[in-house]
């Protein structure tokens, strides 16, 4: 009876339970420090009183964002993931660097024209990979072009010649020139939709992320994104081309999904008119982090939040 059963229960109390705490392991573990940048949508204006005083964004503003993503990628790994010697950097530019023209309200409202947009960023852009290998000694950075920078004149982003001509490959050609004499640093353009790359024994693929479709319903983004994620798995499997993880933009919303073979990029740019006109989910600007180690993959994921209305005077 239940009766039985409480009492029974009772009579087993009073036991002494002591955990022992975990062994530490001699030496240091090993990693790479893996992060995303993407979805900056340089020059892009984004007013607080058109979208109920939520976020702010302009040339001044995404360059303090640029900085704090900086000093957070530097630091963050020291302060929050002590025992660890890393072996370097892997940054993924995963597309949408700059705004770009695609549209009529982005020409009306841009800080500036492309060609000062890229003039004005290859800077500070560069600088960024400067300190990830002053820090870590070595960075491989991986280029993928997005649909925001592609030519304006092509009203979708072309199969043919989809890379070559976007501006987010031209920046990353900039880079790659910007570090051709300096040999800590490797820069990769890729000219197709994917870029692979390899950490450890951990497969990466990096893909803007524009080619899934849909995103309604309870599971929003989710749904298209995993769909995306099986089709594209079965072709590169079929093509001697598997990979363990994919990693995105384009959606602006930050998901650590490793168990899912998934990861998807914030925004730095953060929520904007677009969104708030068509009621998207609030997300602030913030952009994806992790570690990389030999033994487990991805592991210790972190978001990078760049937002600081204070400092950003709004």
Known sequence: SLLDVTAG?????????VWKPG?????????????????????EVVRPDEMGGVNKYDRRIAEQRLGRWVEQ?????????????????????????????????????????????IAYWI?????AVAALADTYGKVTVDVVAGNHGRNPLNRRSPAKGRARDNFDT???????RDFAADD??????????????????TRYLVNHGDSAKGGSGIAGALSPLMLFNARKGKVTSATARSYDLMVLGH???????PGKGLIV?????????????????????QQGLWLTTPEHGVTLTMPIKVQDRKAEGW
Do not use: C
């Open 9 to 17: 229960v009772a009579a087993s109390r009073g036991r002494k339970i």
């Open 23 to 43: 062994r530490r392991q001699a030496g240091r573990g090993r990693a790479v420090v893996t992060a995303i940048l993407s979805d900056l949508h340089l020059d």
């Open 73 to 117: 990628v530097t630091t963050l790994p020291f302060e929050y993931m002590g025992g660890v010697d890393y072996d370097g950097a892997a940054l993924f530019l995963a597309g949408d660097l700059l705004s770009g023209d695609i549209h009529e309200e982005l020409r009306k409202t841009n800080a500036g024209t492309i060609a000062e947009g």
């Open 123 to 127: 800077d500070p852009l560069s600088a």
């Open 170 to 176: 031209l920046i990353g050609w900039l880079i790659a």
């Open 184 to 201: 800590r640093v490797e820069v990769h353009v890729e000219l197709s939709t994917d870029a692979h790359r390899t950490v450890y024994d």
């Open 251 to 257: 959606w602006h919303q930050l998901m650590l999904l």
């Open 265 to 285: 990029n914030g925004s730095l740019k953060g929520y904007d008119e677009y969104a708030a006109t068509m009621s998207f989910d609030y997300e602030p600007p």
